[in-house]
C-alpha cells in the first residue's frame, strides 16, 4: 500500500512538472512575440522622427542661396542693359553734332552771334553818341553817354538734356564830353566817369541763339 502511494505521488510529480514547463515555455513565447512589436513600433517613431527632420530640409540654405545667386544675376543684367542705354545715347548726341559737355565760342556756332552782338553795342554807342543831353553851365556845355568795349569774352556750354547757354562780357563806360559849345564838346576826347562789366546769357532754342 506504501509503495503504491509513493509510485502515485512520482507519477503525479512529473504530470505536474511537464504542465509547469509548457506553461513557462508558453509565457517566454508570448514575451518574444511581444518584443517584435516593440521593437516596430520604435522604428515607427525613428521614421515619423527622421520625415519630421527631412521636412525642415525643404527650407534647407542651399536652396536658398540658389534664389539669391539668381537674383543677383538679374541685377547684373539689368545694369548691363543701362549701360547700353547710356552707350546708345552717346552715339546719338555724337550724331547729331551735339558732343557731350561741349564747352567753348564754337558751340553752336555762338562766336558768330558774339560778334554780330557786339557790333549791335558798338552801333548803339554812335546812337548814344548823337543823342546826348546837353546841360549848359557857366558858359559852357556837358553831357554823359554810354560807350562799349571792343573787347569781350564769348563762351557757351551744352550738356546732354539741357538747352545750350552762352555768355558775353563786356566792359561798360559812362563818358563825359565838355566844351565851349557842343561841336566843340564832341571834338575834345570823352572822360571816363564810370565803368562796369557786364555778362548777358544766351539761349539757344529753335535752331538760332535767343535774347
Known sequence: ??????????????????????TAHAEDAAGSASTPGGAGDAGAAAKKAAAKTGGGAKTGGAAKTGGGVAKTGTTSAKKAKAGTSKDVGAAVRKLSGAPEGASGPEVRNFQAFCDEWMQKLRDRETYNTSHITWDTHDGRVSGDYVGYDTKCTCIAREEPGKDPIGKITYRETRYRREGASESAALAAPATAVEQSDVTEIFRFGKGRWQY
Open 1 to 22: 500500500m506504501a509503495l503504491k502511494s509513493r509510485t502515485l505521488a512520482l507519477v503525479l510529480g512529473v504530470v505536474l512538472g511537464a504542465t509547469w514547463g509548457v
